[in-house]
């Protein structure tokens, strides 16, 4: 059974939600009556199918509800940012033509989003009061939805994907789902943590999927890392997906604290989103077993790969071989290069996205040779077994004095320091090479932002990476920008540097 509302027929005092806080969370059978009062309410509200709608709400059981009752009514349901400032939530909400967006009351700036006509906002509070005022019973014109989600925007303004919506009933089987199920044996029996943003796409495609399974979902108001060991001993956990730096954050847990938990329920810990530095995977197998899964893909959903930690093992730094398309490694006039040199990579038979409102951008994405392949714009190589390798994003590449520069190698190294807590490595102006590398750092001990500790790390880099990677100045940040989905928001860090903003 592939839907929520089947095992709401089966087994409606099931829960589908759990809160880690202990606050109210939803059985099949709430998520099931509330989803469809959603539905009337859009109704209702005139929202009719291909309509879209939004919610810029923090980790809440009302995210399923908004949801679910979207996915029925055959609306396109967009997720807003919590830390957005309201002139970015404003541009989603524009973009995406969004009829109603259902909102938190605590959400910094909500009272700065200006009123648009023909878009109707609901707080949580008057959410819950017009769901009371609906008939519990199925619209008449069901129709399957899907999610519309933005980009994270790290190298400028975040884009609508926009996927065309599905056919056939609202309770049909879909890919992700089945995927799930496939990959992780995700099933009724799965329970499953969200330590992640429910507005970013894995977090809510991971959890929807898991509903349509019939597995319960746990969720993190937010992410703390000894909070997450003692939720997957208290919820007795099967599965999990986590990103890299919150493995770095487990990990620098002191031994005795990582021990004091029982992780033996624990089958299945799935990462993606961000590169993960070899040693950090290497020591997350090495506690936790041969558990930890990796896919790459994104929310545009034009293709995917996926490695086993048995595959990793073998071929550590790979992101694994093609599950769904097939991947081409192709140079900049979009011809394939030979097995072994790198390029940029395009998955070929995966969704055919568009970036709403921007051809442009979306043109960008098509090779210029074969236009039905597309990438997501990161370099890669595959090795002679087809494993594909990533080698950075393409607008993260320095150039200096006509070297190529990919940061994200010299930031795993720097990440495994024991005194760094985060690493971002870019490119700045440098009047004779046109940019120079500079790596900026933060601290796990604030007291550490020292000219010393600067010496020691640009020292630390060139005992162990040829020199021309290696970062020729060091800065400090209390708090680097990075996004809740372990993306580093770069175009924030190089916009200090540079004289004109990023775009």
């Not at 997957?232 to 487990?250: C, D, N, S, Y």
């Not at 790459?296 to 093609?322: D, F, H, M, Q």
């Not at 080698?391 to 495994?416: A, C, F, H, W």
């Not at 040829?466 to 209390?478: I, L, M, N, Y």
Request: aromatic content about 8%.
């Amino acid at each position: 059974m592939t839907h929520p509302r089947l095992h709401a027929l089966t087994d409606p005092t099931k829960p589908a939600v759990l809160m880690s806080d202990g606050s109210a969370g939803l059985t099949y059978g709430e998520l099931e009556d509330r989803a469809n009062r959603g539905a009337q309410l859009l109704r209702a509200l005139g929202i009719k199918r291909g309509d879209t709608i939004a919610f810029w709400l923090p980790n809440c059981p009302e995210v399923f509800e908004i949801y679910w009752a979207g996915q029925r009514a055959g609306l396109y349901i967009t997720p807003i940012a919590t830390g957005l400032k309201a002139d970015e939530a404003d541009y989603i909400v524009e973009n995406s033509g969004s009829r109603l967006v259902v909102v938190s009351q605590e959400i910094v700036g909500l009272s700065d989003l200006p009123a648009r006509d023909g878009v109707t906002v609901l707080t949580l509070t008057q959410w819950n009061q017009a769901l009371a005022t609906q008939p519990a019973g199925l619209i008449a014109d069901e129709a399957p939805g899907f999610h519309m989600v933005y980009s994270s925007g790290t190298t400028g303004r975040p884009k609508g994907i926009r996927l065309p919506l599905p056919g056939g009933k609202v309770t049909a089987s879909h890919m992700l789902a089945e995927l799930s199920a496939a990959a992780y044996g995700t099933g009724p029996h799965t329970i499953y943590l969200s330590p992640a943003p429910l507005y970013h796409t894995a977090p809510l495609a991971y959890t929807t999927s898991c509903h349509r399974l019939g597995g319960t979902v746990v969720v993190m108001p937010k992410f703390e890392p000894e909070a997450a060991l003692e939720a997957i001993e208290r919820f007795k956990v099967t599965a999990t997906q986590m990103v890299p730096t919150m493995f770095v954050r487990l990990l620098k847990l002191p031994e005795d604290v990582r021990a004091r938990y029982d992780l033996t329920t624990l089958k299945v810990v799935v990462h993606a989103a961000a590169p993960c530095p070899v040693e950090i995977k290497r020591a997350m197998i090495a506690w936790l077993g041969p558990i930890i899964h990796e896919y790459y893909g994104g929310s545009e959903g034009n293709g995917s790969t996926r490695i086993t930690p048995e595959e990793w093992l073998k071929k550590p730094g790979s992101v694994g071989k093609a599950s769904w398309g097939v991947v081409h490694i192709c140079d900049d006039e979009g011809h394939e290069r030979p097995t072994g040199e790198q390029g940029v990579v395009y998955f070929e038979g995966g969704w055919d996205f568009h970036y709403l409102g921007d051809e442009a951008k979306t043109r960008d994405s098509r090779n210029p040779q074969h236009p039905t392949w597309s990438t997501l714009g990161d370099v890669g190589y595959l090795d002679e077994d087809g494993y594909l390798f990533l080698t950075d994003r393409k607008s993260y590449m320095i150039i200096s004095g006509g070297v190529n520069i990919y940061p994200q190698e010299v930031e795993n190294l720097l990440i495994t320091h024991p005194r760094v807590a985060d690493a971002a490595v870019i490119g700045v102006p440098n009047s004779d090479f046109g940019e120079e590398v500079k790596a900026v750092i933060q601290p796990l001990d604030p007291a550490d932002s020292t000219a010393t500790f600067a010496a020691e790390l640009i020292a630390f880099c060139k005992a162990r990476l040829a020199h021309v990677k290696c970062p020729r100045s060091v800065d400090f940040d209390p708090a680097l920008p990075r996004l809740d989905n372990g993306k580093l928001y770069k175009r924030l860090i190089k916009d200090r540097y540079w004289n004109t903003p990023i775009q």
